[in-house]
C-alpha cells in the first residue's frame, strides 16, 4: 500500500503541515525526504528499514553513498537530498550559535538544547 493510500490525518507530510515536524518520528520525517519507496514498501517502510540498519538518524547521516547504496530504491539522488538537509541543519546550527552568546553557563546549554530538540550534530 502506498502512502498515497492512507487516510489523509495519517499521512506524514499532511501530519507535518497539521501539527509541525516535532510530531513527527524519525522514519516519517525521513519518508519526507525520501519522496518515495520503492515497489512493494513505501517511503515509511523505506525509511524504518534504514533506520533499523543503521541504528540512528546520526549513524545513517554520516553512511557514504556506497554503504547507503545497497539499499534499493536509495541511490545517489537521494543520497545528495540526505545530505542536503544535513548541511543545511548544520549550516542553521551554526548560524544559530554564532548569533548567541557562548554556552557559558549550565542554563545556556539547557536554553539551547530545548530550542534545538535536544539535536545533537558532529562537527563539519
Known amino acids: 500500500m502506498t502512502i498515497t493510500d492512507w487516510p489523509l490525518q495519517e499521512r506524514p507530510r499532511e501530519r507535518l503541515l497539521a501539527l509541525g515536524a516535532g510530531s513527527l518520528a ?10 518515495t519507496g520503492t515497489k512493494g514498501k513505501s517511503a515509511v517502510d ?7 540498519r543503521f541504528g540512528s538518524v546520526s549513524a545513517l547521516l554520516e553512511a557514504g553513498p556506497g554503504t547507503l547504496g545497497d539499499t534499493p ?37 539547557r536554553d539551547f ?6 539535536l545533537r550534530c558532529a562537527a563539519p
Not at 524519525?26 to 519522496?35: G, H, Q, S
Open 46 to 52: 523505506v525509511a524504518r528499514q534504514l533506520l533499523g
Open 26 to 35: 524519525d522514519a516519517e520525517l525521513l519518508a519526507i525526504l525520501l519522496r
Open 73 to 109: 530504491g536509495l541511490g545517489s539522488a537521494k543520497f545528495a537530498q540526505l545530505q542536503a538537509a544535513l548541511e543545511l541543519a548544520r549550516r542553521a546550527l551554526r548560524e544559530d550559535l554564532s548569533s548567541r552568546d557562548a554556552l557559558s553557563s549550565p542554563r545556556a546549554v
Open 113 to 118: 538544547g530545548s530550542r534545538t530538540g535536544g
